[in-house]
């Protein structure tokens, strides 16, 4: 017993003798909260333990005092001792700061350390920018289940992605207004856009592993060009480093979608670069042996796994004066979708303003996407306050599709009580490329003790983009009795062959000043500032088609042949075909040049307050002028052969930031702001697209926003936030597309509908426990417009011989493509000691309004959207990590649907009612795996 007693006593003393601390390790510069830091014992080396995601750490079974050992790269180490009074029973933990490795070239300081491309970095962008800013960091980006830009930014608080016919995230629509209403930047310079007739940047031709951050602007200064309602995306690219750098990746991939069915391809190097009429000229008759056959060869097949990988480097030379980074990406990947897509019409025939569908096409999409991005910085510093930098980029993105349709005629021969249809075929085989190119030198000088302050910048961009030799081949057969007949070719239009290209080159000049004043006897600091712009756009735009029939040789040329499959022909290349235009179709108006001119100057100033409530206002006007024209190169009749507009605006702003506390802010902002129509927008054109006519509209007005906002900031640590904000904003003659009539027709084409507001709040959190951290964002956003819509309804005069008669009626409904909810949420894990990272990504789009519809109550919808993503990571010694990505895990279809429903449409076999209302659409992409390594040195 005696025994017992001294043991249990032993073992207390010496509980109470060894306890634990508990600490926090931050940049000693930036605050920022270091992860991945090694704390160790120095008497002890093998007792310690490593940062977690908010710098915190813990080392149990320590003596009452002893010396810490904190090691991290690219920082010096430090020793740090403690006694009894950092033990776990003090109530405040204990603070480690290191100070960056760094290197000094003459006054020039190098540091060793870059915060820009971490969390702690980007949550500290956001905190003092004179904007309301959202920053996506490098790594942030890495450890997320995103490969393309498009993608990534779909995680920003207020933003939802338009997507592709693949399902992968295309344009952004920054707080519900629509892709046009913002415009992107790569390192500050507006680049162009490759699309064929409009400003905005398809956001997944860039690889999101060039990035060293994301950050998405809410708010405009004067400094900034005004036409942005929604907002402005810049594309920060890799920086030199301040150390030899050198990183890595390589992984491949699959898509579940075809693990179901085959993915058809086709030979995309038989598609012509120039058509007929480009190679011999206007006069030249364009003859069968002039197009391949093998281009519409079609294969089918097991989809090949996808291939990406990466590769950077970068250096300081010269001792620190000369940077370097070197960056590349490629990407291959397999993606489509299946898809059932109904067409319908409004009854006209009675009161009932309903729609009846009138064809069902199941539709598959396969499409070989092949991108790839060259990046390439210098920056030199001429003398410690004079530096200059030369990017030049290049992004590229080719994509090779085969969209294969069954049609089934609702109307004519359909009975499915006795299994009879009509059937019709169409598949296309299309090749288009799109590429983004941009040179841009920087100059950046200070003066004196840096009161003066110089920046200018000359940029070259262009943007291309191509779809040559597009064909199509159109096939017919009936079904009766359940039995289809053979399939033949369609005689009067069997195909088509297309080419399509555009080139937007700009060139831009910045030039912008700034002078500080420190009025130490107000306690505040006064800073001036005034620049101008200048760009020069040129657009070229070319189009031409050429139409085929069936040719049987054994007839006279001309004749109408009948040629079945499995008689005479069995592959799409062994139709024989004659040409029906064979001089094309070059005068559309899609053959057309177009410029674009803008001057543009500012003014503005700021005050910033010293103390301990700080106190930041920054007001400022720009004046922009535009001057948009454009020349059709051949006439069209009833419409004029050149057209131009030309406005003025004067932008005004302001933007005041109180910050009540070190780590809290208030922001209150207004901005007024435009958007241009895009260059196509009023050409006066029209073209037949798969689902609607498509037309122009010359007398197109640009739009006038009024932009304000109430934002609360709360950074508890360096990586941590809390924001709320409320926004509002009123449009002046919005541009939106929708179905309207000219003549006797109806057209899908731009128009101003009236004014519009649209508001919202937005709330925006990130938390770190440890190893464990949530990051989650919602954003409500209402909108509405009232337009005028067209009711069908009873004659009240039963004599009439018009039964049914038409009149305009007012209709508010919310903007194009606004969202009333979104909501994302990702759950992160970082095992510091163990090496791993995951995450799991939740991203919520809820309804909305995709195409505006003439008639009342047709608005075409587009339904709520839910997509899960995964990622982790497991890194080993030297710099080597294995990775993998998972996305779309819940293969949610997209949808889109007309919210009432006529009871016609019940009699259509196999339709499903969606939400009660008429579904129109439906596609499913397919979960998409991805396994790599990478490597970091």
């Keep these: 017993m005696r025994y017992s007693l001294l043991i249990t006593a032993v073992l207390f003393a010496g509980i109470a003798s060894a306890s634990s601390i508990r600490g926090i390790v931050k940049d000693a510069q930036t605050g920022e909260e270091l992860v991945g830091v090694t704390i160790a014992l120095k008497e002890e080396p093998t007792k310690g333990a490593v940062s977690g995601l908010n710098g915190s750490f813990a080392i149990h079974a320590l003596q009452n005092s002893g010396v810490l050992v904190c090691t991290y790269l690219g920082y010096k180490a430090e020793e740090v001792p403690f006694g009894a009074g950092a033990i776990r029973e003090t109530p405040a933990p204990l603070t480690i700061r290191l100070e960056p490795a760094h290197l000094e070239v003459d006054e020039v300081v190098v540091y060793g350390h870059a915060a820009d491309d971490t969390e702690a970095g980007a949550r500290s962008a956001e905190r003092i920018s004179p904007r309301v800013v959202s920053v996506v960091s490098a790594k942030a980006i890495e450890l997320s289940p995103d490969v393309t830009v498009a993608n990534v930014i779909q995680r920003v608080s207020g933003v939802t992605v338009e997507r592709s016919r693949s399902g992968d995230g295309q344009y952004a629509i920054l707080r519900g207004m629509d892709k046009r209403y913002s415009y992107t930047l790569v390192n500050g310079v507006k680049i162009p856009s490759p699309d064929s007739k409009n400003r905005f940047v398809p956001l997944d031709i860039f690889p999101s592993e060039l990035l060293d951050r994301l950050e998405v602007t809410k708010s405009l200064t004067a400094d900034m060009e005004g036409d942005a309602v929604g907002g402005a995306v ?220 110089i920046e200018w910048s000359g940029a070259y961009s262009r943007a291309f983009s191509e779809t040559p030799d597009n064909a199509s081949v159109y096939t017919q057969a009936t079904v009766r009795s359940g039995v289809e007949n053979l399939t033949s ?74 040629l079945v499959k499995g008689v005479d022909w069995n592959d799409y290349s062994e139709i024989s075909f004659m040409v029906f235009t064979p001089h094309g179709a070059v005068g559309n108006p899609l053959n057309y040049d177009a410029s674009e001119r803008i001057a543009a100057g500012y003014g503005q100033a700021t005050v910033k307050t010293h103390g301990r409530r700080p106190l930041r206002l920054t007001a400022g006007v720009r004046a922009e002028a535009t001057e948009q024209g454009y020349y059709l190169k051949y006439a069209i009749a009833g419409a004029p052969n050149t057209g131009s507009q030309t406005y003025a605006d004067y932008l005004p702003s302001v933007h005041l930031k109180y910050s009540p506390t070190g780590n809290s802010s208030v922001r209150a902002s207004y901005y007024k702001s435009i958007n241009r129509p895009s260059f196509f927008e009023i050409v006066p054109y029209r073209i037949l697209n798969e689902d609607f006519t498509e037309a122009g509209n010359p007398d197109l007005k640009h739009t006038v926003a009024h932009n304000a906002e109430l934002r609360y900031e709360f950074f508890p640590r360096p990586s941590e936030q809390l924001m709320a904000g409320l926004f509002y904003k009123r449009l002046e003659n919005p541009i939106e597309y929708g179905m309207l009539m000219q003549g006797q027709g109806t057209f899908y084409m731009p128009a101003n509908f009236g004014n519009a507001t649209n508001y919202g709040l937005e709330v925006d959190v990130t938390k770190y426990f440890y190893a464990f951290g949530v990051k989650a964002n919602y954003t409500f956003t209402q909108s509405q417009i009232t337009t005028t819509k067209l009711l069908s309804y009873d004659n009240p005069d039963p004599e009439a011989s018009e039964k049914i008669l038409v009149r305009n009626v007012e209709k508010t409904r919310p903007l194009n493509g606004q969202s009333k909810h979104v909501a994302n949420l990702s759950l992160l894990y970082t095992g510091v000691r163990s090496g791993w990272n995951a995450q799991l990504a939740l991203s919520y789009t809820g309804d909305r309004l995709y195409a505006v519809s003439r008639y009342i109550d047709n608005d075409i919808w587009q339904g709520g959207y839910l997509q899960l993503d995964a990622a982790a990571e497991k890194k080993f010694r030297m710099g080597v990590s294995l990775f993998a990505k998972a996305t779309n895990l819940l293969n949610t279809p997209m949808v889109r649907y007309l919210k009432k429903q006529n009871a016609a449409n019940e009699n259509v076999a196999g339709y499903d009612r969606y939400r009660s209302g008429t579904l129109v659409r439906k596609d499913y992409y397919g979960q998409m795996l991805q396994v790599g390594a990478r490597y970091r040195f």
Aim: charged share 25%; with cysteine.
């Design 489 to 562: 070719v369609v005689t009067l239009g069997g195909a088509d062959r297309r080419w399509e290209h555009n080139a937007d080159e700009d060139w831009a000049g910045y030039l912008n000043l700034a002078y500080t004043h420190a009025a130490e006897e107000l306690g505040a600091e006064v800073e001036l500032a005034a620049g101008a712009l200048y760009r020069d756009k040129q657009r070229g735009n070319f189009f031409n088609q050429y139409d085929f029939r069936p040719y049987d040789e054994g007839k006279p040329e001309g004749a109408r042949s009948n």
């Design 234 to 453: 810049n594309l920060a690219m890799k920086d030199a480093p301040a150390r030899r750098s050198v990183q890595a990746s390589i992984s491949t991939g699959y898509n579940a979608l075809f693990l179901s069915r085959d993915f058809y391809s086709f030979d995309a190097g038989a598609a012509a670069k120039a058509s007929p009429y480009e190679l011999y000229g206007e006069s030249y008759p364009a003859k069968a042996r002039d197009f391949s056959g093998s281009l519409i060869r079609l294969r089918a097949g097991g989809a090949s796994p996808a291939l990406s990988g990466g590769f950077s480097c970068g250096d300081r030379l010269l001792g620190g004066r000369l940077g370097i980074m070197l960056a590349g990406s490629y990407q291959n990947t397999y993606r489509g979708s299946n898809s059932v897509y109904y067409g319908a019409t409004t009854a006209t025939s009675d009161a009932s303003n309903l729609p009846v569908l009138t064809d069902k096409n199941d539709r598959t999409y396969s499409e070989q996407h092949t991108r790839y991005g060259l990046h390439a910085k210098l920056d030199y510093r001429l003398a410690p306050q004079h530096k200059l930098t030369w990017y030049n980029a290049y992004m590229d993105l080719s994509e090779a599709q085969v969209r294969d349709n069954r049609k089934t005629d609702l109307s004519i021969g359909y009975n499915p009580a006795q299994g009879d249809c009509n059937l019709s075929f169409d598949t296309r085989f299309r090749l288009n490329r799109q590429s983004v190119a941009n040179s841009t030198l920087k100059g950046a000088h200070r003066f004196g003790a840096g009161a003066l302050r």
